[in-house]
């Protein structure tokens, strides 16, 4: 037995010895050189195999080393990659050095990559770390002044609401404005597809994209980095990359956060009291104009309701929770994600929830062949809410109700108001939104010879937007129908095929990549929908209970593109650059004539910093001059077979189907064609501590899409031409600063656009007005204010012209200016251009800050010089001080600022009750206001667990963070927020608030946790 166990003693022994000699266990810490810093992050590999690992917040790494492995890689973005001998060692720490050439960066570009520094467009990025987190639902949302010239706009606060995104100005009049959205490589739709009524406010395509997915954001800006995009290139194009697996060891993350919203400021109206007051004052204004003429005054008010109060929630809550997978090794490489954000609107019964699925995978089959997949899946639902410019929205309603109105009769029920109870306007209706989208693409690359490659990607965007509304009998869209509701599907779907090759090789000093391609895309849309009414209660919801069945359509509409593209970039000797890039477009949307279409662009640097002479300046780390000139295309906004004569089939008679012409042919229509010219130059000093991109640019777009009127006599309303010219000229300027880099750190990025935008032609370059206070002029930016000018309020009767006396108007009335100088004031001969939408300049500006654990980020966005046009205090009569018989809410700063009598107010005018008090309510500079703001956008405040506290309980990383969004924000505008616009995705009439919802500020706590 003493035998027995002995020999088993020695065979234990000798085999945990061998286990021994199998592996060993490798520690240590990684650092920066330069300053000491830990690295975390950094991948550490044993050479030749795909075992490793990434170091901790605290730069330190442990490893399993096999037996026989004698060396570590350690690798990092923006360091050279270091070799280190273990041999003998039980742990080893590294300080990596800054590679300046990979400090550049890699940036995604149209159909491939490159170094930053070798850029000779105008290419800018934002990185995940810049926009993970936020408490936002668009991808869109999150760049908002972090890039030189892109000037991003939330038209409303609602959740899943639409935004607007401008890529140096405004270049169309009637066609899209909206950049070109390439996720992974494939175009993505940008349209909302909505068929059901919600004033002017759309739905985000772009919410259906988890923003904490996304690894880098690109932005294509002048023509020679767009025109590999071709036709589609004008406006810009948006390239998003999608986080992707790793080799090295598999990491868990869990990100996490939850909080409240609310108002960023609320507008003060006048209660029961104050508004009896100032009606009765306008009254009796009235009868003191009109003698003999008496009407009722108003009795004390039994109720005081705030209506804002009655519809609003007091914290409407926000969270996002996301968990992904990463991980791989060198054959095989993935990234899977699970995501749910829920966002709920300040508004009663309004609430947007997304819920997220995401798998990227790329394996290597061998070293000449490899494939991979991105697919992306979502579905949300928006319980939406009627937005601004209808009577039935409850936000408008609210703000125009009387304060000695009640919301509910003593039985409960809702009480009949002048308007439609905004309370029962909020609670009664249902409005259901449901996307469900699927996009992304399955590739292949196989590479024929050393250096070239051929690479073949399939994918699409499958968008399907199922909706439901039902107005019950008691709503009041509902009330004079016994019920509506309508039942909607639609489908936009784009199919992509892409077959591209490339070449990359060096001659000596001369480095050559080039690109060639061919693609084809098919669009396809459809929509079905149908309406009822009369439904036996409120209980029945659905159209089969409708007694009639007021409509039914379906429509099917398709087009397709095909394109040829090439791309040629030149190095040579790190010095001189040069790139050659151009896009055949063929579009169905236009004849066979002017089917096809090329996009050339050329662009060319220089780095002085390289050359001889420049090397006796040491503090030079940079110094590039570039210049680009290319031409790209538009083809958006206008319909899908917009060249051709086109038939109708719903002329029908008396129960007889009927056809019809619908559209005159235009065979001589083509794309929308963009000049740009661009100058620019990037400065790097004391070793890139100081790093500046500067840009001019000149934008010239012809040929604009714009439908013409035709004279009704002709049967048809207009036909779509190319007609007009934009221009857009200015300059960005793009700087960030290391300020601080030791134990306490501190960068600053700051970057600041000014942009002048001009109509330069139009058909006989005729003016015309679109909207209710734009026109539409050569000379002027697109949608210029065209308003009557007030200069004044009369001051004694004697100041007021004869006609105007005649007319009913006194001291205390509006002074406008008299335009044409005939004595009166009319629309027709008065109006002139008083303002604009478009800003002087606009940009942002980000301190980081990190000490030890702490770190703290700080982001205020800025606009300056753009006016609004304030149409809640126009149309809602909250600013008309009672010229209308039964008056609205009055807003406080109106009222406490009216004229009484002579030399009190020289802005607003007096109250004044009926027909004369219309006169001060026209259309006029007097609701024009100033639109300029700084708003501290974003708040971040961090901190993470030391490395050795969090490697004890298995963990990789634990960061928690507090973030405040729309903090502070400093406007002269007086209404609740000057980032609004009933009609964002509409060039002319932008910058509208016709009580449109504001963004709220948001107080958010997080978690960030990695195994």
Do not use: C
């Amino acid at each position: 037995m003493r035998k027995v166990i002995f020999l088993s003693l020695v065979m234990l022994l000798s085999l945990v010895s061998q286990v021994w000699a199998q592996s060993q266990t490798i520690s240590g810490v990684v650092s920066d050189a330069g300053n000491g810093q830990p690295l975390p992050g950094v991948n550490v590999v044993v050479k030749g195999t795909s075992i490793g690992t990434f170091t901790g917040a605290n730069g330190e790494f442990t490893v399993d080393v096999p037996e026989g492995s004698e060396t570590l890689v350690f690798s990092y973005l923006g360091y050279v990659n270091q070799d280190v001998n273990i041999a003998g060692k039980t742990s080893v720490n590294v300080a990596l050095k800054e590679d300046s050439k990979a400090l550049s960066e890699v940036v995604v570009i149209g159909y491939g990559t490159q170094e930053k520094r070798d850029i000779t467009g105008s290419v800018a990025s934002v990185k995940s770390e810049e926009i993970e987190n936020l408490p936002v639902a668009g991808l869109d949302q999150a760049i908002q002044g972090r890039i030189a010239g892109v000037n991003v706009t939330s038209s409303s606060g609602t959740p899943g609401g639409g935004i607007s995104v401008r890529v140096r100005g405004t270049s169309s009049i009637s066609a899209g404005n909206s950049p070109l959205y390439v996720v992974d490589g494939v175009p993505v739709s940008n349209t909302d597809i909505s068929q059901g009524g919600f004033g002017n406010q759309e739905i985000n395509p772009l919410s259906e994209i988890n923003p904490n997915d996304i690894e880098s954001i690109e932005v294509l800006k002048d023509a020679s980095s767009a025109a590999i995009y071709g036709s589609r290139g004008s406006n810009g194009v948006v390239l998003i990359t999608t986080k992707k697996g790793k080799a090295g060891k598999t990491q868990v993350d869990i990100d996490a956060y939850s909080g409240v919203q609310s108002f960023t400021k609320k507008v003060d109206f006048l209660n029961s009291n104050e508004y009896v007051d100032v009606v009765n004052e306008a009254r009796q204004n009235y009868m003191n104009d009109n003698p003999g003429n008496t009407v009722d005054l108003l009795g004390a008010p039994a109720v005081n309701t705030n209506w804002i109060d009655e519809i609003t929630r007091n914290n409407a809550a926000i969270s996002n929770l996301q968990v992904s997978v990463r991980g791989g090794n060198d054959k095989t490489r993935f990234y899977i994600s699970g995501a749910r954000f829920l966002q709920e609107g300040i508004i009663l019964n309004n609430e947007y929830e997304r819920k997220n699925l995401r798998l990227n995978l790329e394996h290597s089959i061998s070293d000449k062949v490899e494939i991979g997949s991105n697919l992306g899946v979502s579905r949300s639902v928006n319980n939406r809410i009627i937005g601004d410019n209808s009577i039935f929205a409850p936000w408008p309603n609210a703000l125009q109700s009387r304060p000695d109105q009640p919301a509910y009769n003593e039985d409960g029920t809702y009480f009949a108001t002048q308007r439609n109870n905004p309370v029962q306007g909020a609670l009664e209706p249902q409005y259901e939104t449901t996307i469900f989208r699927v996009f992304g693409n399955v590739f292949g690359s196989y590479e024929i010879i050393p250096g070239l490659k051929y690479r073949l990607s399939a994918g699409g965007d499958w968008y399907n937007n199922k909706e439901f509304q039902y107005e019950p009998i008691t709503s009041g869209q509902g009330f004079g129908t016994k019920g509506y509701g309508l039942a909607g599907n639609g489908v936009a779907s784009n199919y992509l095929v892409e077959n591209t090759i490339d070449y990359s090789k060096s001659f000596g000093e001369l480095n050559l990549s080039a690109l060639a391609g061919y693609t084809y895309q098919e669009f396809v849309t459809e929509r079905q929908n149908v309406q009822g009414t009369d439904f036996p209660s409120a209980s029945f919801h659905y159209i089969t209970s409708a007694a009639k069945i007021l409509s039914g359509t379906s429509t099917w509409t398709s087009n397709a593109l095909e394109s040829y593209l090439g791309r040629v970039n030149l190095d040579y000797g790190d010095k001189y650059l040069l790139s050659l890039a151009i896009r055949r477009d063929g579009a169905s949307k236009f004849s066979e004539d002017n089917k096809y279409g090329a996009f050339p662009s050329v662009s060319v640097g220089w780095r002085l910093s390289q050359e001889a002479f420049m090397q006796q300046f040491d503090f030079l780390s940079d110094l590039k001059l570039r210049a680009s000139y290319g031409i790209t295309g538009n083809q958006e906004g206008i319909g899908d077979y917009a060249a051709m004569a086109l038939i109708t089939g719903d002329r029908n008679y008396n129960d007889q189907s009927g056809i019809a012409p619908s559209q005159l042919p235009n065979p001589d229509l083509r794309w929308e064609q963009t000049k740009q010219t661009n100058v620019g130059l990037d400065l790097g000093l004391f070793n890139n501590r100081i790093s500046l991109g500067a840009d001019y640019f000149i934008k010239q777009t012809d040929d604009l899409l714009l439908s013409r009127p035709l004279p009704r006599t002709s049967g048809y309303t207009s036909i779509t031409e190319n007609i007009g010219s934009v221009e857009n000229k200015g300059f960005e300027f793009a700087i960030t600063t290391r300020n601080f880099d030791g134990a306490f750190r501190w960068s600053t990025d700051f970057n600041i656009a000014f942009i002048n935008n001009e109509v330069t032609r139009l058909n006989n370059n005729e003016p015309f007005d679109r909207g209710f206070v734009n026109r539409v002029a050569v000379g002027q930016p697109v949608g210029a204010f065209y308003l009557l000018e007030q200069v004044g309020i009369y001051q004694t009767d004697e100041e007021v012209p004869a006609k105007l006396y005649a007319r009913g108007v006194r001291a205390g009335d509006v002074m406008f200016r008299d335009v044409n100088g005939d004595g009166d004031i009319t629309t027709g001969a008065d109006r002139t251009f008083v303002g604009s939408a478009v800003p002087d300049y606009f940009g942002g500006i980000t301190n980081n800050f990190a000490y030890k654990g702490f770190d703290l980020s700080v982001f205020f966005q800025y606009s300056v010089g753009n006016e609004i046009y304030a149409m809640w205090k126009e149309l809602d009569a909250a600013g008309n001080l009672g010229a209308r018989e039964n008056n609205n809410a009055i807003a406080r700063d109106e009222a406490e600022n009216r004229w009484t009598a002579p030399g009190t107010s020289n802005t607003v005018p007096r109250a004044i009750y009926g027909a004369a008090g219309t006169y001060n309510t026209q259309r006029s500079s007097r609701y024009l206001e100033d639109g300029s703001y700084l708003r501290l956008k974003t708040l971040n405040l961090g901190y993470s667990l030391p490395g050795q506290l969090v490697d004890r309980v298995g963990l990789r990383k634990v960061r928690v963070y507090a973030t405040g969004q729309n903090l502070l924000t400093f406007t002269k505008y007086s209404g609740f927020d000057p980032e609004v616009s009933s009609n964002a995705q509409d060039a002319v009439t932008a910058a509208n608030d016709q009580a449109t919802l504001p963004q709220l500020r948001s107080f958010t706590l997080g978690v960030n946790i990695g195994f």
